[in-house]
Each structure stands twice: as C-alpha cells, then as structure tokens.
C-alpha cells in the first residue's frame, strides 16, 4: 500500500515568513495529491490539491509543487497570517482509487 | 448544501456501553469514509464505502467496531461494547469520486469513562 512521510512535524516561522512544508510518498502510482488544514477542534478542510498530470498549482498565498520523479510534493504559504496557524496534512492516492493515505501532519506556528 | 452531517458532536459514555455515530453525507457524493483521530496515531482510516457497498475495512480495530450505509446519504458506526481506548474524534468524510477531496464532518468526540 501507499505511504506517505511528511516533515518537519512542528514549524514555528515569524508572521511574514515563508513556511515549507514537504511529503513523500512510495507508490509510483499514486496520481492525486490533496492537502488539508486543520485548526484547533475543527474539522480537517481542503485548501488545495494537485494531480500528477501537472508540476505547480497555485492559489494566492498557496502553492503545491510535484516531482513525479522523486516522488515528493510540497506546500509552500507565502507572507504567513496568524490564521495560518493549524495542523497541515498531506495525502495522495492511488490511480482511480478514492481512498487517500495521510501524512502524520505538521503543526504550523505563525508567531505574530 | 448543509455539508457532512455528525451527529452527535459529543458523547461521553460508560465502558462496556454501545455507542452509534451517525454521518449523512453531501447529495451526489458516492463514497464514504469514518476516521478516527488522536494524538498518538494521526488520522485512521476505519472503513470505507462506495456505492454503499464497503470496501475497505482493514482500517476497523475489532469485531466491537461495525459501520453500515443503509442507503446513499446515511451512514452509522458503532461500537459495542465501548472502552476507555476508544476515545477519540470520529470524523466521516465523504467524496464525489476519485482524485477529488474529501469534504469532512465536523466530528465526534467520544469519551469513554
């Protein structure tokens, strides 16, 4: 089955600063990359995701990059907000299967 | 659309008691997930359903943990019966298909005493 690493497990970056947070994953045939925030007692949301036919996705302060090759993925936030502040999965999925695999997450800290 | 509906929000419960979450899913998606979150271990795939139909349920702890989807909007999970370990926050999700994103519900939290 799939597997999927992400780190660091904590990052702590100054209001204004750029946070990176990166994945691997084993499964060469995995071809759907999603990630989701989680805030404090909520619920896990969708923010962006990517498919393996494309090697950048952007939106506004977010952006997904895709190396099929060394198969690693990537968020990158621009300009940090305090609201940035969460918990931020990472996941991928086989080829025509629904079921995604899960990073173990990064805790963000966006100190003001 | 209301989104993926939980119920209940909390639930606080003796061991040794039978325990039914409840999810109902967004109109049109056709697949069904439960997870359970904590600390110790993340997110956990449970079980998951397409078509109503399961298709994965390596993901159930034990035989005390069953899930049904009766129909295409409904789903229960069920423990019983319920212990201390399984404190935890119960999410559904539920999808429209391959390569999109799950839409989550707002969870459980179970506490078992």
């Known amino acids: 089955g799939e597997n999927v690493e992400q780190h660091p497990s904590t990052l702590s970056v100054q209001e204004g600063d750029s946070a990176v947070i990166k994945c691997t994953y084993s499964d060469s045939a995995s071809n759907y990359f999603p990630w989701y925030k989680q805030e404090l007692g909520k619920r896990p949301q969708l923010i962006i995701d990517?498919?393996?036919?494309?090697g950048e996705k952007k939106d506004q302060r977010i952006a997904v990059t895709l190396n099929k090759t060394a198969k690693h993925f990537s968020l990158h936030i621009t300009e940090t907000q305090p609201e940035d502040s969460a918990v931020y999965f990472c996941?991928?999925?086989?080829?025509?299967?629904?079921?995604?695999?899960f990073g173990i997450g990064t805790k963000l800290q966006v100190i003001p | 659309d209301a989104g993926v509906i939980q119920s209940p929000r909390h639930e606080v419960t003796e061991m040794g008691q039978e325990v039914t979450l409840r999810c109902k899913l967004i109109?049109?998606?056709?697949?069904l997930f439960w997870y359970r979150q904590t600390m110790m271990r993340g997110l956990e795939l449970l079980i998951y359903f397409n078509n109503n139909v399961p298709i994965d349920d390596s993901g159930m702890p034990e035989d005390r943990f069953s899930a049904k989807m009766p129909n295409a909007s409904f789903s229960t999970l069920k423990i019983q019966p319920s212990e201390p370990r399984d404190s935890a926050v119960y999410f559904c999700?539920?999808?429209?298909?391959?390569?999109?994103?799950?839409?989550f519900g707002s969870g459980t939290r179970l506490t078992v005493v």
């Open positions: 109109s049109g998606h056709n697949s």
């Open positions: 990517i498919r393996s036919n494309v």
């Open positions: 999700a539920s999808s429209p298909g391959a390569n999109y994103g799950y839409t």
């Open positions: 996941a991928a999925s086989i080829g025509g299967y629904q079921k995604v695999t």
